[in-house]
């Protein structure tokens, strides 16, 4: 059965976390691609911290921090990781 990942992230504060999770959840999504799995695509949620129906805006899933007063927009680390797999085309040297 084809699968389409639509919300995959981590809700914390901590972006560090976040940042360390990208890789190896991917490593893991191309391991069950690998596999044969059909893998229709992956959403990383989210682009930017969002307000949550049980949390409000309390937990932080974002790849950019949202300033609630002036609604800027400021790339975080984990921002970067994702990207550069995307460039790569490549997770974990693969």
Known sequence: MPVLVTEHGLGHDDDALRAAFIEPALAG????IE?????LGYL???????FEWVFGYDVRFGLHEVDRETFARTPKPSAAVYAAIARAHAVGGR
Do not use: K
Not at 44 to 50: M, S
């Open 35 to 39: 596999e044969g799995v059909p893998v």
């Open 29 to 32: 999504l191309l391991d069950v």
């Open 44 to 50: 990383h949620w989210t682009l930017l911290d969002n």
